[in-house]
């Protein structure tokens, strides 16, 4: 296990150490949502209405920028190559991957919401919403994510691939996030909850497949 | 280089046996017909021109490629074990990330390949001591292989595949691989390289490949 948490801290540590990753993140998380009230208009009640689904959406979109780093560097460098070599199996690693990504992308975005509460107009019972619907959604994001990275980390020039791929596959996601956030019936919590959980259980698996896959 | 005594370390003993073992890489047929075994305490020194198969033989023993035909048998090793997690392996892809200092990267890979010797002791053996606080993007090309070098002492594990291990080293480094490589033998280690340049190894147990031009 010692390996494991030690993946986990590396990823942070080298997060950290590039110089503001997350931060450029939360930043293209916080302009999306800016945007919309520019081209929707100052109706503050419009705009409160909408808010939910133009969390998720902006939500989403930053999740899919943050992808390429998940493998890519560590395939061109051999990293990949030695971590197959470790103590740890593969499905391990990935899953490693999984949890560092989501603190390193997802986290960060939860922690934002406030300042988009305060662009969008909405109240204290509609960020909380909004934040639990994150907070249940972004770790299906992150699966689905992961696997997408994990398919293309092969691919030369693979970096849009990723996200084409994934965003069909994260369409069920949205669809539940935005009506957990909207609130009133507890139904697509659970439902989210439910996808999340499926989706970082078999991640590991089908990522490492992907992988052995794309090495040969 | 400071003199370091390696423990007498005993790695467990581990066979290798391989059996008409053919490669292809896209159309061309590599090599074909390769018969060798290597018994604790041998080293597998391939040889031949650029093209020749060495490093897709190196990756077929590491088991990224499948053989083409013929058969790679490991004995000495658990029927569930991987195989994987008993090599190391050394290419011209260091894996180092610029942003970590040198103790950083060692502690990682300590923890990623299991426990041995001190950081500091393989930075030391490497040539590298003293340095452990240095962002390993600060290293020149030698240096870095350096540090590569120094994972492979600190998780000590019975069988390397090295891959041009003194491409980028100075002469000095040279000597350095090669008492490495004694050393890890001398524990009852397997050891295959691939590589152009004569190693000093006196008194040790080679078994010589060479590998001809692609077909």
Do not use: Y
């Amino acid at each position: 296990m010692t390996g494991f948490f030690a993946l986990i801290a590396r990823e942070i540590r080298l997060s950290t150490r590039r110089g503001g990753e997350a931060l450029t993140l939360v930043m293209f998380f916080v302009m999306v949502t800016a945007l919309f009230p520019f081209a929707v208009g100052p109706d503050r009640e419009l705009l409160a209405r909408l808010a939910p689904g133009i969390v998720w959406t902006s939500a989403l979109l930053a999740m899919l920028l943050g992808l390429d780093r998940i493998f890519r560097d560590d395939h061109a460098d051999g990293s990949l190559a030695l971590l197959n070599h470790g103590q740890l199996p593969l499905e391990a690693v990935v899953g490693a991957k999984v949890i560092a990504h989501w603190l390193l992308t997802a986290l960060p975005l939860i922690v934002a919401t406030p300042v988009l509460a305060v662009l969008l107009g909405m109240d204290v019972e509609g960020w909380g919403r909004s934040a639990l619907s994150l907070l249940c959604g972004t770790p299906a994001l992150t699966g689905l994510g992961v696997l997408g990275a994990a398919t293309t980390a092969g691919l030369r020039r693979g970096g849009l691939v990723a996200p084409i791929l994934i965003l069909p596959l994260a369409v069920p996601v949205l669809i539940f996030g935005v009506a957990a956030a909207e609130g009133g019936i507890l139904a697509p919590t659970l439902f989210l909850l439910a996808i999340s959980l499926l989706t970082c259980a078999l991640s590991p698996f089908l990522g490492a497949l992907a992988l052995r896959a794309g090495d040969d | 280089m400071p003199n370091a005594h390696p423990k007498p370390l005993q790695l467990p003993p581990i066979r290798l046996a391989a059996a008409g073992l053919a490669a292809r890489r896209g159309e061309r047929l590599l090599f074909s017909g390769l018969d060798f075994t290597l018994a604790p305490g041998q080293l597998l020194l391939i040889t031949g021109p650029n093209g020749a198969g060495k490093t897709t033989l190196l990756r077929l023993v590491a088991g990224a490629l499948t053989p083409e035909d013929g058969t790679l048998v490991w004995q000495g090793i658990d029927e569930d074990a991987r195989p994987q997690a008993l090599m190391h392996l050394l290419s011209h892809r260091t894996a180092i990330k610029p942003r970590l200092t040198l103790s950083e990267d060692l502690a990682f890979w300590q923890a990623v390949n299991g426990p041995g010797p001190d950081a500091f002791e393989a930075l030391d053996r490497v040539g590298l001591g003293g340095l452990d606080w240095l962002e390993a993007g600060l290293l020149s090309a030698g240096q870095q292989r350096r540090l590569a070098l120094a994972r492979l002492i600190v998780s000590p594990r019975p069988v390397w595949l090295l891959d041009e291990p003194t491409a980028a080293l100075d002469a000095e480094g040279d000597a350095m691989v090669a008492a490495l490589l004694a050393d890890h033998l001398g524990q009852g280690g397997l050891a295959l390289c691939a590589t152009h340049l004569p190693l000093a190894l006196e008194g040790a147990d080679i078994v010589r490949l060479r590998l001809g031009a692609p077909r």
